[in-house]
């Protein structure tokens, strides 16, 4: 609050002043909360919601559809009296500043109340001075109880009276649930956020929401649902991830994906995407892993092909975890090494990131020491060539004695991954100092013991996998856990 001390309380003269006195992206959450409110309103009127008082039976009639939408529009109104930085709720605000607030509601009242009366308070000139008079007028009405008793609910446990029941008005009602619904479907992670919100909200029936406003919300859910998919990008959430890759049960390859972390306590922070195929014909239910069929792909000339098929898979994955909304660094894909003596790919990975529209520095992919020190000319051009152009790649079984760093900083490498015998030795760890000091980014792997994992955390890798870090897991089950992880 003291950096605010000198902060001058605005004086609004009219809606629309008032209305951009609020931060971005509260104007954005109400234009979406009006569009709801009035999709849940019209819903309402016809099952005769709300209508068990006489106040009720005023409000809800279908002449007031319009004016519910404005009652979205305007029911944060009263943030705009406050710093921008208070008019967003914060989890570590003091209990002063929770009071502050919390007090949009009754000073939004008061606000839409002067701005009604403004013909009437200009005469008076009593400026800066909120008063309410009072009215019988049912417009401004329902707007005022909007704005004061949003937050209200049906238990008594909202704010800022503790109303509860059908002390609440049924238009507040409405629009505390239209602002509940928009705000749990723009911040969970998912890849179905509305459907999600829609069964939380379904969960708190007969506490925060009483049973007939759940009937209202259940007859209007494909008329919120084409709301929010209105506004889809607004609320920074996208619907299910449509895959580029069909990933069959019974298909013959694929990824599995093993848990890279960022310290012994087991933080997951990226994924090592492991290669597969499966169709063993002597031994059923067993897969194989990219060294043993390298060859034969190479020699039936698929392995540009496969390496594209699983370049693909691992998009997918990574636009999965973005709709997400999950806190996740890269997906490391282990390539065959023999990929990048195949001539220049850089046309089929500059189409892949137009097909799937994902983050390309969170796509890394491995290159192992040997096939950088074996390069020729031409191998060497086309893998410089990637680098220019933003293809990711990781040095993979590094030894510092074998390749100088100051060579592959020229050539444009950024990630390096040190070969596993070299873990537990001082030499190593001075050595990630120094790679870390010179710009790269250290990767660890091999960490089958736990020693080996607080090794490598401590000397500073930026993450590291092995059997400890967890075992291999499908796409799916990578979204499930860190969904899970994250709630």
């Not at 929401?209 to 007859?219: D, F, N, Q, Y």
């Not at 594209?308 to 909304?325: P, S, T, V």
């Not at 520095?361 to 680098?387: C, F, G, H, M, S």
Request: net charge negative; proline share 5%; hydrophobic share 40%.
């Amino acid at each position: 609050m003291a950096d605010n001390l000198n902060w001058k309380r605005k004086e609004y003269e009219t809606w629309d002043e008032a209305f951009r006195g609020l931060a971005p992206v509260i104007r954005q959450q109400s234009v979406r909360v009006a569009a709801y409110t009035q999709a849940l309103f019209v819903q309402a009127c016809a099952g005769s919601f709300g209508t068990k008082t006489n106040e009720g039976a005023e409000r809800m009639q279908g002449k007031y559809a319009d004016l519910a939408y404005k009652c979205g529009m305007y029911h944060q109104l009263g943030k705009a009296l406050v710093p921008p930085e208070y008019q967003l709720w914060a989890s570590d605000f003091t209990e002063e500043e929770q009071a502050v607030y919390r007090k949009y509601t009754t000073d939004g009242r008061l606000l839409v109340a002067t701005l009604q009366e403004r013909g009437v308070r200009a005469k008076e000139k009593r400026k800066g001075e909120m008063i309410e008079m009072p009215t019988e007028n049912i417009p401004w009405l329902m707007i005022r109880e909007s704005c004061e008793q949003h937050m209200e609910r049906w238990d008594g446990s909202g704010y800022p009276a503790g109303r509860r029941g059908n002390a609440i008005s049924p238009i507040a009602q409405l629009v505390g649930l239209a602002k509940e619904l928009d705000r749990l479907s723009a911040e969970t992670k998912s890849e179905n956020p509305f459907d999600e919100a829609l069964q939380t909200i379904f969960s708190q029936e007969g506490t925060l929401w009483s049973p007939e406003l759940m009937e209202v919300l259940k007859g209007a859910r494909s008329k919120c649902r084409a709301v929010y998919n209105k506004y889809i990008y607004y609320t920074m959430t996208l619907p299910k991830t449509v895959p580029l890759v069909e990933k069959r049960k019974d298909r013959p390859m694929g990824l599995a994906y093993r848990p890279m972390v960022a310290d012994p306590e087991g933080t997951v922070v990226a994924y090592e995407a492991i290669p597969w195929f499966g169709g063993i014909a002597d031994r059923p239910g067993e897969t194989e892993g990219a060294a043993e069929v390298a060859d034969m792909l190479e020699r039936k000339d698929l392995l540009v092909d496969v390496s594209f098929y699983f370049l693909y898979e691992a998009a997918d994955a990574l636009l999965r975890i973005e709709n997400c909304k999950l806190e996740v660094r890269h997906i490391l894909l282990q390539m065959m090494p023999q990929f990048y003596l195949q001539g220049t790919q850089l046309q089929r990975f500059n189409q892949l990131f137009k097909d799937q529209p994902i983050d390309r520095n969170k796509l890394l992919l491995t290159i192992p020491e040997d096939t950088v020190l074996q390069a020729n000319k031409a191998t060497t051009e086309i893998i410089e060539r990637y680098l220019r152009n933003g293809i990711r790649l990781m040095v993979d079984n590094y030894h510092p004695d074998k390749l100088p760093a100051d060579k592959l900083k020229a050539m444009g490498f950024l990630y390096l991954r040190l070969a596993p015998e070299l873990h537990l030795k001082q030499e190593t760890a001075s050595a990630i100092t120094a790679l870390r000091q010179a710009g790269f980014t250290v990767l660890g792997g091999g960490a089958d013991s736990h020693d080996a994992l607080a090794w490598l955390t401590a000397c500073g890798v930026d993450c590291a996998s092995g059997t400890i870090t967890g075992l291999t897991v499908s796409e799916d089950e990578l979204i499930r856990d860190s969904l899970a992880r994250e709630k």
